[in-house]
C-alpha cells in the first residue's frame, strides 16, 4: 500500500475538510494523520494529510479528481509519495549546536530529508558541512551589500532546488 502526503491552501471557508476527506474515502484511502489550521490575520486554510491508497489509487489519478475541489474552493495543492525526501537547505549563525544536531539526525536517519546545502555568514562551519558531503556556502551580509546577499541566497536555493528552507 502507498502512502501520501497532501497538503492544502486555499481561503477559509466550510466545506474544505468534507471534499478533501469524502473524496479520500471514495477512493479507498485510509487517512492516518490530519493537521489542520485558519490563519486569522490572513484568512487562510491549510491542511496537511497523510494517507495511505488502500485500494491501489495511483497518484495522478488522485491529483486528477481532485481538480473540482481545487477549482471550488480555489486551492493550491500538492500530493507526494511520501517515500520522497523533501529537499533541505540549512542556515547556520555562529552558533552550531543546531546545526550539530540536524546533521547527526540525518545522518543516522532519522530525519528523512534531502540536504542539498549549508548557508552561512561565516566559514566557522565549512570544514564540519563539507565533511559530510554537503555543499557549503558562505555569504557574506553587510548593511551594504545586504540586497545582493539576498539575491545570492535566492540564486542558491533555485540552484539547489530546496523546497525548505531551516534557520
Not at 486551492?75 to 547556520?92: F, G, N, P, Q
Not at 549549508?118 to 554537503?134: A, E, G, R, T
Request: charged share 25%; net charge negative; glycine share 6%.
Amino acid at each position: 500500500m502507498k502512502s501520501y502526503v497532501l497538503t492544502v491552501t486555499c481561503k477559509s471557508t466550510r466545506g474544505i475538510v468534507a471534499a478533501v476527506t469524502g473524496y479520500l474515502a471514495e477512493k479507498g484511502c485510509y487517512i492516518s494523520d490530519s493537521s489542520q489550521f485558519d490563519d486569522l490575520e490572513t484568512g487562510l486554510f491549510f491542511m496537511r494529510l497523510t494517507f495511505i491508497s488502500q485500494e491501489g489509487a495511483k497518484l495522478e489519478e488522485l491529483r486528477e479528481g481532485f481538480a473540482p475541489a481545487i477549482k471550488q474552493f480555489g486551492m493550491t495543492m500538492e500530493i507526494r509519495d511520501s517515500e520522497e525526501r523533501t529537499k533541505v537547505l540549512l542556515m547556520v549563525s555562529r552558533f552550531g549546536h543546531c546545526l550539530n544536531d540536524l546533521l547527526y539526525r540525518w545522518k543516522i536517519g532519522a530525519l528523512p530529508i534531502d540536504i542539498v546545502g549549508v548557508v552561512s555568514n561565516h566559514f566557522d562551519y565549512q570544514k564540519v558541512v563539507v565533511n559530510h558531503d554537503i555543499p557549503f556556502h558562505c555569504i557574506k551580509v553587510t548593511k551594504e551589500n545586504k540586497p545582493k546577499a539576498e539575491a545570492q541566497l535566492l540564486d542558491f536555493v533555485e540552484q539547489t532546488g530546496a523546497e525548505l528552507i531551516v534557520l
